[in-house]
């Protein structure tokens, strides 16, 4: 069985950028450490993060409105990095600031005659922001100032749609049109330092992980290289073959793939590439978020659990289906409690406690959240993102910006409320906060 894709032109109509910021009593400043580097967060793509300021309930610190869709968020250097197409198609990098959501930077990405569609995709690594389009011209920016460090036209294949991701120095990514090819590009020079063929190199971001480099593209044609070098670790056949793929997410010592004709879903063992077992049936579920034996992924409107404990028959724990209609590869935050967010097309965010799947929060947007697009090259790939006090979530031309919940901080002695110091916890007078002090 072959597989065919192919891509569509979209046109952005906004060409203004439009700023909200709105008032609330959670700082929206960064506050965490962890970083956002990649779709789905990490270079394993596994939706996780640990911020202890991301607890539930959310609240809005910021909207920004850019000239067309946006992709998915990096979060690092006191930056949100998105691409979003300007009002000619042409994809643009934008660097906006944590705290306030203004446009700190922004650069306009090479957009060659030929092969050029409304698509690009970022990552970050160690300062460095790294950006290709759909001609496959890679370039790599200061973070900071958003200055040019170089450019380079990637060759052998003439179509890109693969997410880059960027790790110890290396780029990674995929190429498609005459074959299939895995690149490895210096990070400093942006020299190829590798490649390899593979079947075909479509709509996939490299997974790494301290041992290797994978990939998987249609029909689970599946990938282990080693770092850096490319040299083959293993590779696993299927019987068919063809254009079209799907990020593949990486998480200890396991692959997880996804095949939207038919092959399944895969779970391989990264060490010898061999198949541990299946996930999801056979549907087509978003890009799963992993944390330890436990999958979350989307399909069909619905967000569900799976255990995959013993990965020759994975378990069903939970489903939410929230308004019905979400659409978004979940991410996972731990802040003491862990919770799965997912967006809806109707514009809702919802936090789910990642042990039951209850409920524990919603909000709005202001726009409808797009689905992670991995069929066409019309849009950059969109996605939420969470790191450093922020959890970022993209809607149509829109990026809206969340910080979480901050306990506040008490008096603990008498003292700490003598000298007008009960005004900045809070109380009404002196002797209320005195009294807290004491009961507490």
């Known amino acids: 069985m072959t597989k065919f894709h192919r891509a569509s032109r979209c046109i952005a109509l906004l060409a203004s950028i439009a700023f909200t910021a709105f008032v609330s009593s959670a700082p929206v400043c960064a506050a965490g450490t962890d970083t956002a580097v990649a779709y789905q967060i990490n270079v394993g793509h596994d939706g996780t993060q640990t911020d202890a300021a991301l607890a539930p309930p959310y609240t809005k610190a910021w909207s920004v409105t850019l000239p067309g869709p946006v992709s998915y968020p990096l979060i690092a ?155 083959p670790l293993w590779y696993y056949p299927t019987g068919c073959e063809g254009g079209g793929g799907r990020t593949a997410v990486y998480s200890q010592d396991r692959l997880f793939t996804r095949d939207w004709a038919g092959e399944g879903n895969l779970n391989i063992d990264t060490v010898t590439g061999t198949l541990n077992g299946t996930y999801a049936g056979t549907s ?54 862990s919770v799965v967010i997912v967006g809806s097309s109707a514009g809702t965010l919802f936090a789910v406690d990642a042990v039951t799947g209850a409920q524990v929060w919603s909000g709005s947007v202001v726009a409808a959240i797009d689905a992670p697009d991995e069929n066409n090259i019309s849009q950059p790939l969109t996605g939420l993102a969470a790191g450093q006090g922020l959890l970022v979530v993209p809607a149509g031309n829109t990026v809206t910006a969340f910080t979480g919940y901050v306990a506040p901080v008490m008096p603990t002695t008498k003292s700490q409320c003598l000298h007008g110091g009960w005004v900045k916890y809070g109380f009404p007078s002196q002797g209320a906060c005195i009294t807290y002090v004491q009961t507490h």
């Open 77 to 231: 250097q006191g930056l949100v990095i998105v691409v979003a197409d300007n009002p000619t198609d042409e994809p643009t990098l934008y660097a906006l600031s944590q705290s306030t959501g203004a446009v700190v930077w922004s650069q306009l990405l090479p957009y060659p005659p030929t092969f050029s569609y409304p698509w690009a995709n970022a990552a970050y690594d160690n300062g460095k922001v790294f950006a290709i389009g759909s001609a496959g011209v890679m370039s790599a920016f200061d973070a900071a100032s958003g200055s040019q460090l170089w450019s380079t036209q990637l060759n052998l294949e003439y179509l890109f749609s693969s997410p880059p991701t960027a790790a110890n120095g290396v780029v990674y990514t995929n190429g498609a049109g005459s074959g299939g090819e895995t690149y490895a590009i210096d990070e400093a020079s942006g020299a190829m330092l590798a490649h390899q063929m593979v079947m075909n190199g479509d709509h996939n971001a490299p997974a790494v992980s301290a041992n290797g480099v994978f990939v998987s593209f249609a029909c689970d044609q599946s990938y282990g290289f080693a770092l850096n070098t490319l040299a």
């Open 284 to 337: 087509d579920p978003t890009a799963p978020a992993v944390s330890g034996n436990t999958l979350y992924f989307v399909n069909a409107g619905t967000l569900t659990a799976q255990d995959v404990s013993l990965p020759s028959a994975p378990t069903t724990k939970w489903t939410f289906a929230g308004d019905g209609t979400l659409v978004t590869a979940p991410v996972v935050i731990t802040s003491g409690n």
